[in-house]
Antibody
Framework: QLVESGGGVVQPGGSLRLSCTAS????????MHWVRQAPGKGLEWVAF????????YYADSVKGRFSISRDNSQNTVYLQMNSLRGEDTAVYSC?????????WGKGTAVTVSS | EIVLTQSPATLSLSPGDRATLSCRAS??????LAWYQQRPGQAPRLLIY???NRATGIPARFSGSGSGTDFTLTISSLEPADFAVYYC?????????FGQGTRVDFK
């Protein structure tokens, strides 16, 4: 199971840190992804972190503004989001990769608005 | 970035019909393609991974085929719960990308 938290309403240029806490599987053995979905739109991959945190990838749309990290002792992956823009408004979900993304959280909503 | 183009955008069918959804990649993704179903207000559900492997618990009426740049998701006989949006996704190259989705709705 994956449970996200940390969403909310933030002004343009602001920051938020999202968390995703895992249970029911060996979190430290899996890389993790963040995926977002803007209202009424499709799925957009955001970021990935390897199981040990050594390798990270980002979508071009968030590179330099977002940072993914993890704490395997807390079974948690984070997404630090800085310099937020209106186009970052979305539901952010974490997902576990195993072939495809086989476990998803329900997501946490982020609204960027003045 | 690999662009995935799904067609059609909307498929209007009736329960019991066969559904055929297409996903075309802008360059080869080998067999590293997955399919997801998303019902309103729910998280996506993995249906097919690596082009043709059904995920755990997915009914046999869902099947995937293809390799390289052309992929197909087939639902052999639609049930009411299958009316949803379907996305393809590639994990061959970074950034991983999704298609724009195909909506299967009631005719």
């Amino acid at each position: 199971q994956l449970v996200e938290s940390g969403g909310g309403v933030v002004q343009p240029g602001g920051s938020l840190r999202l968390s995703c806490t895992a249970s029911g599987f060996s979190f430290r053995n899996y890389g993790m992804h963040w995926v977002r979905q803007a209202p009424g739109k499709g799925l957009e991959w955001v970021a990935f972190i390897q199981y040990d945190g050594a390798i990270k990838y980002y979508a071009d749309s968030v590179k330099g503004r977002f940072s993914i990290s993890r704490d395997n002792s807390q079974n948690t992956v984070y997404l630090q989001m800085n310099s937020l823009r209106g186009e970052d408004t979305a539901v952010y979900s974490c997902a576990r990769p195993s072939g495809g993304y086989d476990v998803w959280g329900k997501g946490t909503a982020v609204t960027v608005s003045s | 970035e690999i662009v995935l183009t799904q067609s059609p955008a909307t498929l209007s069918l009736s329960p019991g019909d066969r559904a055929t959804l297409s996903c075309r990649a802008s360059q080869s993704v080998s067999f590293y393609l997955a399919w997801y179903q998303q019902r309103p207000g729910q998280a996506p559900r993995l249906l097919i991974y690596d082009a043709s492997n059904r995920a755990t618990g997915i009914p046999a009426r869902f099947s995937g085929s293809g390799s390289g740049t052309d992929f197909t998701l087939t639902i052999s006989s639609l049930e009411p719960a299958d009316f949803a949006v379907y996305y393809c996704q590639q994990r061959s190259n970074w950034p991983q990308t999704f298609g724009q989705g195909t909506r299967v709705d009631f005719k």
